[in-house]
């Protein structure tokens, strides 16, 4: 069973930055942060395969930047520029192609 911890979220204000992190019990081929606020669908921010293979929302683009450690079966998604409408809870979703692996969620909040 393949289990996901995520650290990193807070309270920004806008402009600001935060790193996410999250650790996965075991290699991945498939990594990914989604992301959810009330009253919205959960959507994907950003999704990073081992074989560099990349997926990212637009309305992040630019301004997010996810990467991995392999080694360390780590993905971590760098926040930068934060704008209020990027609040919400953000999950660490993992994807070896037969099921789909979720964390906890972390909290991300920005004022104006």
């Known amino acids: 069973q393949v289990r996901l911890q995520e650290s990193g979220g807070g309270s920004v204000q806008a402009g600001g930055s935060l790193r996410l992190s999250c650790t996965a019990s075991s290699r991945i081929e498939y990594m990914a942060w989604y992301r959810q606020a009330p009253g919205r669908q959960r959507e994907l921010v950003a999704r990073?395969?081992?074989?560099?293979?990349?997926n990212s929302a637009d309305s992040v683009r630019g301004r997010f930047t996810i990467s991995r450690d392999v080694d360390k079966n780590t993905v971590d998604l760098q926040m930068n520029n934060l704008k209020p409408d990027d609040y919400g809870v953000y999950f660490c979703?993992?994807?070896?192609?037969?099921?789909?692996?979720w964390g906890q969620g972390t909290q991300v909040t920005v004022s104006p």
């Open positions: 979703n993992a994807n070896p192609g037969w099921h789909a692996y």
């Open positions: 990073l395969g081992i074989g560099g293979a990349l």
